[in-house]
C-alpha cells in the first residue's frame, strides 16, 4: 500500500552525497620546471582539497587540505618553487612548506603566493581578524627559511 507524502518529503535512495562522492574537482593549474602540479577537490574525503604532482601523486601529507579562508570565500590556496609546495592548511590557516609549518598558529589567514624566481621568499595576502570585528588585510613577505616576516 503506498501513502501520500507532501510535496518534497518522500524518501528517496538519491542523496546529494551519492551525486558528488566520486566527482573530483581540478583547479589551479602550476607549472614548476617540468613538474605540473593541481588542486584536487575530492568530496569522497569529507570535501578535502589535496595538491597533486603529475606522476608523483599527493604533493601535500595525508589528511591535511590546501584551501584557505582568506576573504571568506578562499583562492590562492598554494603555490609550487623549486620543488617545494607552499600552501594554506584549511584547519589551522597556517602556511606550509611541503609538511612543515612556517606561520604560527594563530588564526591569522594567507593567500596568493607567489614566489621570488630565487626562492627564497614569497609574497602573499595576510588577513587578520582583530579583536571587535576589524578584519585587517595587507602584504606580506615571508622568508620560506625562517619564516621571518615583513609588511
Known amino acids: 500500500m503506498s501513502s501520500v507524502l507532501p510535496y518534497g518529503s518522500w524518501p ?23 613538474d605540473l602540479y593541481w588542486l584536487e577537490r575530492r568530496p569522497a574525503e569529507a570535501g578535502r582539497q589535496v595538491v597533486v604532482r ?14 584557505t579562508l582568506v576573504h571568506e570565500y578562499g583562492g590562492g590556496d598554494y603555490t609550487v618553487s623549486l620543488g617545494r609546495v607552499i600552501f594554506s592548511d584549511f584547519e589551522s590557516q597556517r602556511i606550509f612548506v611541503d609538511d612543515t609549518p612556517l606561520t604560527p598558529d594563530d588564526g591569522t589567514r594567507y593567500a596568493d603566493y607567489d614566489v621570488h624566481p630565487e626562492g627564497g621568499v614569497v609574497a602573499c595576502v595576510r588577513e587578520r581578524h582583530l579583536d571587535g570585528g576589524e578584519v585587517v588585510n595587507d602584504i606580506l613577505v615571508l622568508s620560506l627559511d625562517d619564516g621571518a616576516a615583513r609588511v
Open 12 to 34: 528517496s535512495p538519491i542523496s546529494a552525497d551519492l551525486l558528488v562522492e566520486k566527482v573530483v574537482g581540478l583547479d589551479q593549474l602550476r607549472v614548476d620546471g617540468d
Open 54 to 67: 603529475h606522476g608523483g601523486g599527493d604533493a601535500i601529507p595525508p589528511g591535511a587540505s590546501a584551501r
